[in-house]
């Protein structure tokens, strides 16, 4: 098992572009999410679903968009990146029952110019 | 609503000391309360957590955290610190398992 995988590792954007960051997990987990994670602000989360075809609103969702349409994976897209995006995101997985144990993977940092 | 409060961003324990790391968390439930740990440039793993039942709560790597309802503390601890426990700790609660709340963060320094 690769567990949760993240791509790209290292991403530089000029403000105003877009693009996707990619979260893929093979533990046929449910539910997955996504972090970002700032210098002394701990993780905040930005959006998350619960299946595929299920998604809702973590703390921090302006400026990103997701979809589920596979369990598998779970894109986040950034529609016009601004330099407060800057930041290390991160996707976890975990299964729905159970004990909440959330799976994280390698972080993508970001850094938005 | 929730929250967590992690007591001290950095902790500095010399090698076999007790490590203490402090987390206090605001729940309107009973709350599910995890500690996770962060080695530098990779992600978070899970070193132990507490849903219901036993108070004492036993993880990974000798360390163990105690949920203290009264005192809506959750505070991890290690008898004998060793230098791999160098890291940075964060501690999180979630009320109904989709959403979860991180403290800050507390990186813990190993002194030899």
């Known amino acids: 098992n690769a567990g949760v995988t993240q791509t790209p590792k290292f991403q530089v954007l000029k403000t105003g572009q877009s693009m996707t960051l990619q979260c893929a997990q093979d533990?046929?987990?449910?539910?997955m999410s996504w972090y970002r994670q700032d210098p002394g602000m701990g993780l905040r989360l930005i959006h998350y679903?619960?299946?595929?075809?299920?998604?809702d609103q973590g703390e921090v969702p302006n400026g990103y968009n997701v979809s589920r349409s596979t369990t598998e994976d779970f894109p986040l897209r950034l529609l016009s990146a601004a330099p407060s995006q800057t930041s290390v995101y991160f996707c976890?997985?975990?299964?729905?029952?159970?004990?909440?144990?959330?799976?994280f993977g390698p972080g993508t940092r970001l850094t938005v110019l | 609503a929730q929250s967590v409060t992690q007591l001290g961003s950095h902790v500095s324990v010399s090698e076999g000391a007790l490590v203490l790391l402090r987390c206090n968390y605001s729940s309107s439930v009973p709350p599910y309360l995890f500690w996770y740990v962060q080695y530098p440039n990779q992600g978070l793993q899970l070193l132990l957590k507490?849903?219901?039942?036993?108070?004492l709560v036993k993880g990974i790597n000798g360390f163990e955290a105690e949920f203290k309802k009264s005192e809506t503390s959750f505070h991890l601890t290690k008898p004998s610190a060793h230098m791999s426990d160098a890291a940075e700790y964060f501690c999180a609660v979630s009320e109904t398992g989709n959403q979860f709340y991180f403290g800050t963060g507390t990186s813990l320094t190993v002194i030899p």
């Open positions: 679903s619960v299946g595929a075809g299920i998604t």
């Open positions: 533990m046929n987990h449910e539910y």
């Open positions: 507490y849903t219901t039942g036993a108070t």
């Open positions: 976890a997985s975990r299964t729905r029952q159970g004990a909440y144990e959330q799976f």
